[in-house]
């Protein structure tokens, strides 16, 4: 046995809307400080997986275990509590707000009501925004609204609202669409630079991306995994290429 530990062990997950199957048995394995990337056709399933994990949609059958917690049973902010993070596919920032003041709201502290009423910008609430605000490359843009920022920033934004609460695990739903190559290429070192003491979980499109960042890939087909393993092995599976790569 080795000795790699999982952060999230899914097991049997399936979900049905009216008799349709969007996730069906499935069974999904994400290792400590790793990269493990969903790929696949629209409608595969991928999003719905995320949404499951998440506990936006309720599971029909099946288990998610989280550092050996079930979280089939727990409420969305039980699961956030818990440690994982979950960012969509449109960034929610608040446009009219600075760098710094998205980044403060979403300082953990200041997530109860009365951790909200008696939250105050100490030192330390100071420094843990300017060393993510370093981290996501906006550390030149402190106080700068983030409606100006562009697509790539903005996205950057979000992640780093994630990572000042410091989540166990990271969902990410297809971070690099509408990118600049540029700002894929530094979103790629961001991912790989925050696995140092968490994992990601990441459904992309994007081939190129993916080779660059992936530990583990995981490829979904009509709600089922396909072929998972390293990215070389699924690039070759002549299944992979027949149902996805191939378009």
């Known amino acids: 046995m080795n000795q790699e530990k999982y952060v999230l062990s899914v097991e049997g997950l399936t979900v049905s809307f009216d008799g349709f199957k969007a996730v069906d048995d499935l069974s999904l394995y994400v290792l400590e400080n790793n990269i493990h990337v969903i790929i696949g056709p629209n409608g595969a ?26 979280l089939t049973k727990l409420k969305e902010h039980q699961i956030v509590h818990k440690g994982v993070g979950r960012k969509f596919q449109n960034p929610s920032i608040y446009e ?9 709201l979403s300082f953990p502290r200041g997530r109860t009501v009365w951790g909200a009423l008696t939250f ?10 300017q060393e993510v ?39 990410l739903d297809e971070p690099v669409a509408g990118m600049s190559v540029s ?7 961001l991912l790989q630079k925050i696995t140092k003491n968490r994992s990601v979980l990441v459904i992309e499109h994007d081939m190129q991306f993916v080779e ?22 699924v690039k070759n599976d002549p299944k992979v290429i027949e149902v996805y790569l191939g378009h």
């Open 133 to 171: 605000a370093e981290l996501i490359f906006l550390s030149e843009k402190l106080h700068t609204p983030a409606d100006v920022l562009s697509h790539g920033q903005k996205q950057w934004l979000e992640i780093g609202m994630l990572l000042i609460q410091d989540p166990d695990l990271l969902m």
């Open 183 to 189: 700002e894929r290429h530094k979103t790629a070192e």
């Open 120 to 129: 105050k910008r100490n030192k330390e609430v100071i420094e843990r925004i």
């Open 96 to 104: 009219d707000l600075s760098v710094f003041e998205n980044l403060e």
């Open 212 to 233: 660059k960042i992936a530990d583990r890939v995981t490829v979904m087909h009509q709600g089922k995994i396909l072929s998972e393993g390293s990215i070389q092995k």
């Open 45 to 70: 399933g991928k999003t719905t997986v995320l949404d499951l994990i998440c506990g936006k949609t309720k599971v029909t059958s099946g288990s998610i275990d989280f550092k050996g917690q079930e």
